[in-house]
């Protein structure tokens, strides 16, 4: 029997090549050949999600009134938690929970959407590279023109709005901007917000700040979030999720907060196409944000720990880590001579270890490598070594 001739759309055909499905086929032959591969390529969190907030799932998993659809933007009890999490991080965040809230199904599902609610074709859209490759996805799907802005290490990975021509902020509608940053592990000062604050009034743009990693950071040093800046609220919305925080990046639950009209933008989009968080999960959340802190204290005190043994074993073994800010990551240049994809393919093919090549993030990450703290020290200690051979 004859089946029917399945076309993919043409936007499909405009993602970047995926590199990771092809590292993954990679990973797959080595371990083919018996070889214990140690993965510091996904940024999935090892640990568990603490105890507590497991539990409160379990409780309102039994409640039959969990059972049913969720409401469209996350239950109210649930966005006032976020804005008193927001509150209890800085008196001065005021968030309406009815109007400048929405939960998300992970910040993913929001990053990707955005662009639906707020772009019409050709449209301009500011992604960083290297970057989340979501951003540029998202502004692909809705027909946007991906604007790629390279972030440099000299500018310690920050946009230099300088060096966008007028013209172009003058078309671009939206603008995607993460800090703690994936994948340089690097944060933003005030001034930088403060800037971005002034450009998108400028120009009308809308502001997206991905936050994730805000929770995860070193020596102490808290970043800031968007919100925290005044004047943020009235040009954007800042993206977070409890993924990283609490280790439940399998929940999927997360947040966009920030100006109402953003956020009414958003939720329409969703009302249309998905149907909400299972509640018992969003009490979870409740439960996460609400609850003892204590959790998210130990996480950090454990990536320390990681971090400063990372750093000190890959500058050991000669390789220029730079040193992480804030996030699991660790980002640094590929040895001499060699491009990331050659360097990060013999470290598989010949120590059996898994980072990700920096294009992997778009075009800006050339010349880097990105590695992951998501396992405990005994088998980063033994990657580091292993890449040691290689390098
Ligand atoms: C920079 C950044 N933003 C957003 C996300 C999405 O996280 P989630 O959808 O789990 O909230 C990730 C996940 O890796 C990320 O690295």
């Not at 991906?146 to 966008?164: G, N, P, T």
């Not at 009034?201 to 805000?214: E, G, K, L, T």
Request: proline letters at 7%; one cysteine or more; hydrophobic letters at 40%.
């Amino acid at each position: 029997m004859s089946g029917i001739n399945v076309r993919l759309a043409d936007r499909l055909g405009q993602l970047p090549p995926y590199l990771f499905a092809e590292l993954d086929r990679m990973k797959k032959q080595v371990q083919a050949r018996g070889v214990d591969v140690i993965s510091l390529g996904i940024g999935d969190p090892d640990l568990p999600t603490p105890p507590h907030i497991v539990e409160a799932l379990c409780r309102a998993a039994h409640d039959p009134a969990n059972h049913q659809y969720p409401s469209y933007e996350g239950l109210r009890t649930y966005r006032q938690a976020v804005a008193d999490w927001y509150r209890q991080r800085n008196p001065a965040i005021a968030l309406d929970p009815d109007t400048e809230v929405v939960a998300l199904i992970g910040s993913k599902e929001g990053i990707g959407h955005a662009p639906w609610a707020f772009i019409n074709p050709g449209d301009a859209v500011i992604c960083p590279t290297p970057g989340y490759p979501v951003y540029a996805a998202g502004t692909l799907f809705a027909h946007g023109e991906v604007i790629e802005v390279y972030l440099h290490e000299r500018d310690h990975f920050l946009i230099d709005y300088s060096k966008i021509p007028q013209g172009i902020l003058e078309r671009t509608r939206l603008l995607f901007i993460n800090y703690p940053n994936n994948p340089t592990a690097t944060c933003a000062p005030r001034s930088f917000y403060e800037e971005t604050v002034d450009i998108a009034r400028a120009f009308d743009i809308i502001v997206c700040h991905d936050a994730a990693y805000s929770e995860i950071y070193y020596d102490d040093r808290r970043p800031l979030s968007f919100l925290d800046i005044p004047g943020a609220k009235e040009v954007g919305v800042e993206f977070h999720s409890l993924s990283k925080t609490y280790n439940m990046t399998g929940w999927r639950i997360g947040w966009a907060a920030g100006n109402a009209d953003v956020i009414r933008g958003l939720g329409k989009i969703k009302t249309n196409i998905d149907s909400g968080i299972f509640q018992a999960v969003q009490e979870a959340g409740i439960a996460a944000l609400t609850g003892d802190q204590g959790c998210v204290a130990e996480l950090r005190a454990i990536y320390q720990r990681r971090r400063d043994m990372a750093l000190a074993g890959l500058r050991k073994i000669g390789l220029d880590p730079l040193t992480p800010e804030a996030a699991f990551y660790v980002w640094m240049r590929a040895p001499e001579g060699t491009t990331s994809t050659e360097f990060a393919t013999r470290v598989l093919q010949e120590a059996g270890v898994v980072i990700t090549p920096g294009p992997g993030f778009g075009p800006g990450g050339e010349g880097y490598v990105r590695m992951t703290l998501t396992v405990d020290e005994a088998r980063l200690e033994e990657a580091i070594e292993r890449m040691g051979k290689v390098v």
